[in-house]
């Protein structure tokens, strides 16, 4: 039998097992010109050279600095342009933070290629506050549902994945799964459910999201949040702990690994059929 067949006529409530801990590095750089009198106030970021932090910040190795610059902002815009003329890629996220933010200098910054330009003297609420619209923006959060297959399906908001089994009728129906299985999920009757903590869950809507196509490991740390301090391998090991946590399933094989470039999520949908929200869908149909 099928991994993915329940004998259950009622749902199946899993858990994946609890997650590590690891001491990684830090996603978020701090630089710090000479021209600045103080430093911005975030301990949840890494203070860093500027040279070693557009490295970091071109491999993909932290996705967002904040830089801290006086009234003379030529070292900060000069920096900025050498992060943002690089081929190809996605550009990081970067925040200026300037003794005045009605100063030229803060318009030069922006003309640079900075995101945004906060007061030096910002509090981490608000830095942090600000961080999190840079990261909605180049990594959308979990809304709503997403019908990764006839029978499967995760909750944005629930953080939950549904597997439906359909009955005989169900899948001799021409309109395959997208009926029968929001019948399933009215009733769950037949359905099995997998809760996921945040981090594994967004970072299996990130790639059911785009299914098919391989994500590189910078782009699921962003999506994953990843916290200060993490581990180069944080990703390849999360990555393992979905697996796990879908193996009960049978879903293991669907997260593929693309050695030396990322992971993907196999597509099994029919060709030519998106993978898309199942609340859009049932719009269409309407």
Same mark, same amino acid.
């Given at each position: 039998?099928?991994?993915?067949?329940?004998?259950?006529?009622?749902?199946?409530?899993?858990?994946p097992?609890?997650?590590?801990?690891?001491?990684?590095?830090?996603a978020v750089?701090?630089?710090?010109?000479?021209?600045?009198?103080?430093?911005?106030?975030d301990?949840?970021?890494q203070?860093?050279?500027?040279?070693?932090? /557009?490295?970091?910040?071109?491999?993909?190795?932290?996705?967002?600095?904040?830089? %801290? %610059?006086?009234?003379?902002?030529?070292?900060l815009?000069?920096?900025?342009?050498?992060?943002?003329?690089?081929?190809?890629?996605?550009?990081?996220?970067?925040?200026?933070? *300037?003794?005045d933010?009605?100063?030229? @200098?803060?318009? #030069?910054?922006?003309r640079?290629?900075?995101?945004?330009?906060?007061?030096? @003297? %910002?509090?981490?609420?608000?830095?942090?506050?600000?961080l999190?619209?840079?990261?909605?923006?180049?990594?959308?959060?979990?809304d709503?549902?997403?019908?990764?297959?006839?029978d499967?399906a995760?909750? @944005?908001?629930?953080?939950?994945?549904? *597997?439906?089994?359909?009955?005989?009728?169900?899948?001799?129906s021409?309109?395959? +799964?997208? +009926?029968?299985?929001?019948? #399933?999920?009215?009733?769950?009757?037949?359905? $099995?459910?997998?809760?996921?903590?945040?981090?594994?869950?967004?970072?299996?809507?990130?790639?059911?999201?785009?299914?098919?196509?391989?994500? @590189?490991?910078?782009?699921?740390?962003?999506?994953?949040?990843?916290?200060?301090r993490?581990?180069?391998d944080?990703?390849?090991?999360?990555v +393992?702990r979905?697996r796990?946590?879908?193996?009960?399933l049978?879903?293991?094989n669907?997260?593929?690994?693309?050695?030396?470039?990322?992971?993907?999520?196999?597509?099994t /949908?029919?060709?030519?059929?998106?993978?898309?929200s199942?609340?859009?869908?049932a $719009?269409?149909?309407?």
């Open positions: 039998m099928n991994d993915r067949d329940s004998g259950s006529a009622h749902a199946t409530i899993l858990r097992p609890h997650p590590m801990n690891h001491t990684v590095k830090h750089l701090r630089v710090r010109f000479a021209s600045a009198t103080a430093d911005c106030d301990t949840n970021s203070p860093i050279a500027p040279g070693e932090a /557009l490295l970091r910040l071109r491999e993909g190795d932290a996705w967002a600095a904040l830089l %801290s %610059s006086g009234h003379d902002v030529r070292e815009t000069d920096w900025l342009m050498l992060l943002r003329h690089q081929p190809g890629g996605r550009l990081p996220g970067v925040l200026a933070l *300037l003794p933010v009605a100063d030229p @200098g803060a318009l #030069a910054a922006l640079a290629g900075a995101d945004a330009v906060l007061h030096l @003297g %910002s509090t981490a609420a608000l830095i942090r506050a600000q999190g619209r840079l990261r909605e923006r180049v990594a959308p959060q979990p709503g549902w997403l019908q990764l297959d006839d499967l995760l909750d @944005g908001q629930a953080r939950r994945l549904y *597997l439906s089994a359909p009955t005989r009728a169900q899948a001799d021409p309109r395959g +799964g997208q +009926g029968h299985f929001g019948a #399933a999920l009215q009733s769950l009757e037949g359905t $099995q459910t997998l809760a996921l903590p945040p981090q594994l869950f967004h970072l299996l809507w990130t790639l059911a999201a785009q299914a098919g196509h391989v994500l @590189g490991p910078q782009a699921l740390r962003l999506a994953m949040d990843i916290p200060a993490a581990q180069a944080t990703v390849h090991t999360a +393992g979905l796990r946590a879908l193996r009960p049978g879903l293991h669907h997260v593929q690994t693309v050695h030396g470039v990322g992971y993907r999520w196999h597509r /949908l029919s060709p030519g059929q998106t993978t898309t199942v609340d859009n869908a $719009q269409r149909q309407t």
